[in-house]
């Protein structure tokens, strides 16, 4: 298996637009987050939990933390992929993980990894899967631990500084 077959299915093509060009000459930060936001709605829409989902049941996702890592820069024109990996999940939660991916030249670009609640959107407050979507979260969490656990998964964010040894 190739590294990037160990990333998980693609979900999201796209080509960097200009208009996501910041003045430092590559993509600005908002667009990694808006490529990888669509990503995730195409896995929802895969298992029946986008928008058609949230019109007929009253019942969405919402993001409660994710964590972004950049790691290559991507220019105007660049053809990418989103990788998506699934975690973990319960009855109202669920863990996944996308890497965006440079689609010609193989490189990671960048990383998100990312918490997500179901919420029934009339009252705004926590609710529960259905058996039905729960069997099919599970499906998936199973598939995807062929997958390895990603090295980024669970990074904290802080200045790294050597430790001083002990007296000193």
């Given at each position: ?14 080509t ?31 298992i ?9 049941s ?8 994710n ?13 990418v992929?989103?990788?998506?990996q ?32 179901h ?20 499906q998936?969490?199973e598939?995807?631990q ?6 980024e ?16």
């Amino acid at each position: 298996m190739s590294n990037e077959e160990q990333y998980g299915p693609v979900t999201l093509e796209a080509t960097v637009k200009e208009e996501w060009i910041d003045f430092n000459g590559h993509m600005n930060m908002a667009y990694y987050i808006l490529l990888f936001d669509q990503a995730l709605n195409n896995f929802l829409e895969s298992i029946d939990l986008g928008l058609d989902y949230v019109r007929t049941s009253n019942r969405s996702m919402f993001a409660l933390e994710n964590h972004v890592t950049y790691q290559h820069e991507l220019s105007q024109g660049a053809p990418v992929k989103v990788h998506f990996q699934f975690l973990d999940m319960d009855s109202k939660f669920i863990h996944y993980f996308m890497r965006l991916v440079h689609k010609d030249e193989h490189l990671l670009s960048a990383t998100m990894e990312q918490i997500s609640l179901h919420v029934d959107v009339t009252e705004r407050r926590p609710t529960r899967f259905s058996e039905d979507k729960l069997e099919v979260l599970r499906q998936v969490c199973e598939d995807h631990q062929k997958y390895p656990v990603p090295r980024e998964k669970g990074r904290s964010i802080g200045i790294r500084r050597p430790e001083k040894a002990a007296g000193k």
